[in-house]
């Protein structure tokens, strides 16, 4: 957590240290991004720096919570969309938008899944992991209650499942099938124009589909 004299800094001179942040993070893996790198880049001292966070990793994690807000901002599908599945797709819809619009970001979030000596890191990353499938935890019990989903479903397990499929797997497949690597992106966000959207949602209807077949309530259930 950054310390209360980064609080204490102006809204744009905080902007600027992150935005540095991202620069380097998205330069650089996490282990071989230096500090003293991003302290120029924000036109600071290093020793301000460590005023405003404990090391690296706190200045990485307190930037990726930044970034998520950004990010959660951009792609929440606004009231009324619909029911789940609807809501997902939504989801999808503005996460490329997102990915265009902010590509410095979007490559930033990619380094999330680069492995690390840092076993700080590494957890860290399992963290990242456990608020995703907290997300759709939330999502499933809503539907769940609005009747959407089978009514004895194992809401962890469908919540691990639904992470899987709708974050590692279809990322995996959408790079898989566009010839690209999570690496190639983040050396050069150019490559992500790559990504067409009907490609996209064609991977996002296709592992909906999956979804729906064994989550939802069938027809046949509510006659």
Same mark, same amino acid.
Request: glycine share 6%; proline share 4%; net charge negative.
């Given at each position: 957590?950054? &310390?209360?004299?980064?609080?204490? *800094?102006?809204?744009?001179?905080?902007?600027?240290?992150? @935005?540095?942040?991202?620069?380097?993070?998205?330069?650089?893996?996490?282990?071989?991004?230096?500090?003293? /790198?991003?302290?120029?880049?924000?036109?600071?001292?290093? +020793?301000? #720096?460590?005023?405003?966070?404990?090391?690296?990793?706190?200045?990485?994690?307190?930037? =990726?919570?930044?970034?998520?807000?950004?990010?959660?901002?951009?792609?929440?599908?606004?009231?009324?969309? =619909? +029911?789940?599945?609807?809501?997902?797709?939504?989801?999808?819809?503005? +996460?490329?938008?997102?990915?265009?619009?902010?590509? &410095? *970001?979007?490559?930033?979030?990619?380094?999330?899944?680069?492995?690390? $000596?840092?076993? /700080?890191?590494? @957890? *860290?990353?399992?963290? /990242?992991? $456990?608020?995703?499938?907290?997300?759709? &935890? =939330?999502?499933?019990?809503?539907?769940?209650?609005?009747?959407? #989903?089978?009514?004895? *479903? !194992?809401?962890?397990?469908?919540?691990?499942?639904?992470?899987?499929?709708? $974050?590692?797997?279809?990322? !995996?497949?959408?790079?898989? /099938?566009?010839?690209?690597?999570?690496?190639?992106?983040?050396?050069?966000?150019?490559?992500?124009?790559?990504?067409?959207?009907?490609?996209?949602? !064609?991977?996002? !209807?296709?592992?909906?589909?999956? #979804?729906?077949?064994?989550?939802?309530?069938?027809?046949?259930?509510?006659?």
């Amino acid at each position: 957590m950054p &310390k209360p004299t980064f609080a204490n *800094l102006p809204d744009d001179k905080r902007e600027r240290i992150f @935005r540095a942040a991202i620069e380097e993070f998205v330069a650089h893996p996490y282990d071989s991004a230096s500090l003293t /790198r991003i302290a120029e880049r924000a036109d600071i001292s290093k +020793g301000s #720096l460590y005023q405003y966070f404990d090391d690296k990793l706190d200045l990485f994690e307190a930037t =990726g919570g930044w970034a998520g807000a950004k990010k959660v901002a951009y792609v929440t599908p606004p009231e009324g969309t =619909g +029911g789940l599945f609807d809501q997902l797709r939504a989801m999808y819809v503005t +996460g490329v938008d997102f990915m265009r619009d902010e590509p &410095k *970001l979007a490559q930033f979030f990619a380094r999330h899944m680069e492995p690390s $000596s840092d076993e /700080r890191f590494e @957890r *860290l990353r399992q963290l /990242r992991k $456990s608020q995703s499938v907290q997300f759709f &935890k =939330g999502l499933i019990k809503a539907a769940m209650h609005r009747g959407e #989903l089978r009514p004895l *479903l !194992d809401v962890e397990l469908s919540a691990h499942i639904f992470h899987n499929l709708m $974050s590692d797997g279809l990322g !995996d497949t959408l790079l898989h /099938r566009t010839g690209l690597s999570a690496k190639d992106i983040a050396q050069d966000p150019c490559l992500a124009l790559r990504i067409r959207r009907e490609d996209l949602m !064609d991977v996002v !209807d296709e592992t909906l589909d999956i #979804l729906k077949r064994g989550f939802a309530v069938a027809a046949a259930d509510t006659e």
